[in-house]
T-cell receptor, first 113, second 116 residues
Framework: AQSVTQLDSQVPVFEEAPVELRCNYSSSVSVYLFWYVQYPNQGLQLLLKYLSGSTLVESINGFEAEFNKSQTSFHLRKPSVHISDTAEYFC???????????FGQGTTLQVKP | EPEVTQTPSHQVTQMGQEVILRCVPISNHLYFYWYRQILGQKVEFLVSFYNNEISEKSEIFDDQFSVERPDGSNFTLKIRSTKLEDSAMYFC??????????????FGPGTRLTVL
């Protein structure tokens, strides 16, 4: 069975500051890793994913995440956040033989001016 | 860009009543999912559906729940006799390739179900 832990429920940060949202997972099999973002009153949108290959993956809006197998982590980072990044961020895992996503509890990123 | 839509956005019902939550997946997708999020808790998988049958379900998805694809565009979740603990946000998702490693699930905006 897989599980996902997002260590921070809320992360307040000032605009243009760097941010890291932490995600750890546990699994006895190989997994694929995802970050989804939910803006207010919208659905979950895929931000980025790790399937294989390079352990550093990037999104089009400046976020990146690094898969660390030894630490079973997939932390999300951005060097300089904008007000528009304020949202709920969900880390999720899926094993290769199922379509079922297992989610973490979510982290609310609050970007202040 | 194609998107998953869900109706209604908010449903209020009395305990014991039946509810049907509706979803329109992305048109060329073949795999469909329901998830739910109870307030303050994790998003939880309920069921996946492919080729007109359930391919996987969680222990939450008991006999009170059913899913259906009544036509070529809609995907529904029915709760036969709602309980207070069914109050949650219900998300529909669809994907093109199912369990394939390259597949992405696209989520709808959710239906907030409130059981009184």
């Amino acid at each position: 069975a897989q599980s996902v832990t997002q260590l921070d429920s809320q992360v307040p940060v000032f605009e243009e500051a760097p941010v890291e949202l932490r995600c750890n997972y546990s699994s006895s099999v190989s997994v694929y890793l995802f970050w989804y973002v939910q803006y207010p009153n919208q659905g979950l949108q895929l931000l980025l994913k790790y399937l294989s290959g390079s352990t550093l993956v990037e999104s089009i809006n400046g976020f990146e995440a690094e898969f660390n197998k030894s630490q079973t982590s997939f932390h999300l980072r951005k060097p300089s956040v904008h007000i528009s990044d304020t949202a709920e961020y969900f880390c999720a895992v899926r094993s290769s033989n199922t379509g079922k996503l297992i989610f973490g509890q979510g982290t609310t990123l609050q970007v202040k001016p | 860009e194609p998107e998953v839509t869900q109706t209604p956005s908010h449903q209020v019902t009395q305990m014991g009543q039946e509810v049907i939550l509706r979803c329109v997946p992305i048109s060329n997708h073949l795999y469909f999912y329901w998830y739910r999020q109870i307030l303050g808790q994790k998003v939880e998988f309920l069921v996946s559906f492919y080729n007109n049958e359930i391919s996987e379900k969680s222990e939450i998805f008991d006999d009170q729940f059913s899913v259906e694809r009544p036509d070529g565009s809609n995907f529904t979740l029915k709760i036969r006799s709602t309980k207070l603990e069914d109050s949650a946000m219900y998300f529909c998702a669809s994907s093109a390739l199912g369990a394939s490693g390259t597949d992405t699930q696209y989520f709808g905006p959710g239906t907030r179900l409130t059981v009184l």
